[in-house]
């Protein structure tokens, strides 16, 4: 028996499959804008990878883990932190594209900006300080860079100012994403008000 329990222990755990995340999605508008744009770099720059589905489109808030199927307790602190949270929709405008560094030949290109993105900041910060009331302050990091990855490619780009896209937040959301399958759920929405 002790040298079963022994052996058990040694076993791998299992492979992740699954990904939480905080998220703001673009307006449909923005969102058409930005695959547009992404398009229009594509053709310019001889770029052969796709661009990625308007629909998948965001704004990562903050990381929640990746894991071995969805974890009920983390769903249930990600929404405890959320419904804490009360602020007013704000305004995105991000008015730049750049390479950001990645694997070789697999490098994201992102759309971001500099004083268009403040309100975001000021959400992600209010978010982590809700964040760090739960199990989820662990996840909680003060540097934040916002960005919209567009597609992914061995090509790098330096920063451009590119015409700005902008819309305003008005809910920000739980996503659960399937590792592997490029499949993202929504699993909550929250509205901003006040």
Known sequence: MTEQLAFEAFDPPPPPTDRLFFAVFPSAEAATQTAALASQIRAERGIRNKVLAADRFHITLYHLGDYPGLPAEIVAAASASAEA??????????????????????????????????????????????????????????????????????????????????????????????????????????????
């Not at 990645?102 to 959400?123: I, Q």
């Open 85 to 194: 949270l009360e602020m007013a929709p704000f305004e995105v405008t991000l008015d730049r594209v750049v390479s950001f560094k990645g694997r070789p030949g697999n490098r994201p290109l992102v759309l971001t900006g500099e004083e268009g993105v403040a309100p975001l900041k000021a959400f992600h910060a209010a978010l982590g300080a809700s964040m760090m009331k739960t199990e989820l302050g662990r996840w909680v990091r003060p540097r934040f860079n916002p960005h919209l990855t567009l597609l992914y490619s061995g090509h790098e780009m330096a920063e451009k100012m590119v015409a700005p896209v902008r819309w305003l937040a008005r809910e920000f959301v739980l996503v659960h994403s399937e590792l592997g399958r490029t499949k993202h759920n929504i699993l909550r929405r929250w509205p901003l008000r006040g």
